[in-house]
């Protein structure tokens, strides 16, 4: 049985179509890219997934089922008096639980632990770089040991070193705790090094499987329109 | 200054509403709320005019307008097709015209401006309990009220009715407003709420520092004020206030970075 279901979902703003007769299942253990161009839907389907915006058609998940959310952004006002560890807190989770997912995502290494706490910890949320953010968003969807991760790719305030980290940071997620993992991404390298599964989007469904199979000149030129070159990386 | 029993009731009042008040408005400040604090305060006057002109308690009066407010601006919050300010701002100016026309002169002056030195030893039991009431539901919904503030959406995805959160809260303001409505007034409100958590907010960087300190300003404002109008013979409600605009000052050379 797989972990989620999408049966013809639809979704609309107004009269505006957003998403249009998708279908499709994810297995547990799977690690799915979604790949579409600016306005696809992409983040729009996390959204329906969430049950954050009305749609037509079937979204099944297990009964219970623990969905980590990591948005493409968060606008902390740079002032909010809340620091890092007190958003933490807001999880509803014992401290013990919440250092075990700071060090999932690296930012507690034993060695280094109490500097990290004291500098990131109790610094303020809306202080911390793109980069720290990100992970601590991570750790906070990670904390109650969830069943699929969905994370939204950041557009802008992430740097390129921390843009590789927090990839290689999921796919060692995915590797080490067989953690589902739904990923929006619109940079086909990190697809071709982490995925397993490939969804490409433009408000419909364009291909959906294995990246080498899936990503072709064809659903590329659906995918961006017609010249678009694909540089592949060998690794 | 002697020390007499109404100066006493006042006093016991005065930190309750003052503390649970600034308490409060420790979230209504970061949820961008001050304002709709007192507007609100406002839309208690044709309550309090109604109560009085067919002689059943102010306080029932005040609520019952007040809820009528909340429910207002929480059903436009919701599907709003102009600005919820827009709305809060006709809200308000339409009720204090109608509260002046509608409060006996003679009350208008007390419901305008507060008089903590007359309360009643039944409002005040009542103002205690209803304090702590809201300083506990407070205290209890926090982390679902912060995650709310930060992103409405991330919060509902975390499984949090926003919606049914925003309500209660904005109940509990009600609450607050009416209380505050003894002691400050319907015109000066809105001090009680927003200038304790301003000042605390300068002062502070974690959430627990900003909302337990936010607490304690409202209290000692609170207290300072109906003090310092005793000393001087003077109307508390300005009082509290003043004092309250002294503490900002204050918090202002002991910024937190």
């Given at each position: 049985m797989p972990l989620l279901s999408v049966k013809n979902l639809s979704v609309r703003f107004a009269t505006l179509?957003?998403?249009?007769?998708l279908s499709f299942d994810i297995a547990k253990g799977d690690m799915v890219a979604i790949v579409g161009p600016n306005g696809a839907g992409k983040t729009v389907l996390f959204r329906a997934l969430l049950g954050l915006v009305p749609y037509e058609g079937e979204v099944i998940w297990p009964k219970n089922v623990k969905i980590g959310y990591v948005p493409q952004r968060l606008a902390v006002?740079?002032?909010?008096?809340?620091t890092v560890m007190e958003f933490l807190r807001l999880k509803k989770a014992s401290d013990e639980e919440i250092y075990e997912a700071l060090e999932a995502v690296g930012l507690?290494?034993?060695?280094q632990g109490h500097h990290v706490q004291h500098h990131l910890l109790h610094s303020r949320l809306g202080q911390i770089s793109g980069g720290e953010i990100q992970r601590v968003l991570v750790a906070y969807a990670l904390i109650n040991h969830p069943d699929v991760l969905l994370f939204d790719e950041p557009?802008?305030?992430?740097?390129i070193g921390g843009e590789e980290t927090i990839y290689s940071l999921l796919g060692k997620l995915h590797e080490e705790q067989g953690l589902t993992i739904l990923l929006i991404t619109h940079d086909l390298n990190i697809i071709y090094r982490y995925a397993k599964k490939v969804l490409c989007l433009?408000?419909?469904?364009?291909c959906y499987g294995s990246p080498k199979e899936a990503l072709n000149p064809k659903t590329l030129e659906a995918l961006y329109g017609a010249n678009i070159g694909v540089y592949k990386h060998d690794h | 200054m002697i020390i007499n029993p109404e100066l006493l009731t006042s006093l016991i009042v005065g930190v309750l509403v003052g503390g649970a008040s600034a308490y409060l408005g420790s979230v209504m400040v970061l949820k961008r709320l001050a304002l709709v604090g007192d507007a609100l305060s406002h839309v208690a006057l044709p309550g309090i005019g109604i109560a009085l002109t067919i002689g059943v308690n102010p306080f029932l009066g005040a609520f019952t307008a007040l809820a009528v407010g909340i429910l207002t601006i929480w059903g436009i919050e919701r599907k709003?097709?102009?600005p919820t300010e827009a709305v809060v701002g006709l809200i308000f100016t339409v009720s204090l015209a109608v509260g002046i026309l509608v409060t006996p002169e003679p009350e208008l002056l007390e419901a305008l401006?507060?008089?903590?030195?007359?309360?009643s030893p039944l409002d005040a039991a009542i103002a205690a309990v209803l304090s702590v009431v809201v300083a506990v539901a407070m205290r209890l919904t926090q982390k679902d009220l912060v995650l709310g503030l930060i992103s409405p959406d991330f919060a509902k995805a975390q499984g949090v009715k926003v919606a049914w959160l925003n309500l209660m809260f904005l109940a509990l303001v009600a609450v607050v407003v009416a209380l505050g409505v003894k002691v400050v007034g319907t015109l000066l409100m809105g001090a009680l709420v927003v200038i304790p958590a301003a000042a605390s907010k300068n002062m502070t960087r974690s959430f627990g520092a900003y909302s337990i300190f936010s607490l304690i300003l409202g209290a000692v404002t609170a207290v300072a004020g109906i003090v310092l109008a005793a000393v001087f013979s003077l109307p508390p409600g300005p009082m509290v206030v003043l004092a309250g605009a002294a503490l900002f000052l204050f918090s202002l050379a002991f910024r937190a970075k």
């Open positions: 179509p957003v998403l249009e007769q006002e740079r002032n909010l008096p809340l507690l290494e034993h060695s557009t802008a305030g992430v740097d433009n408000k419909a469904k364009v | 709003a097709p102009i401006f507060g008089d903590i030195s007359k309360v």
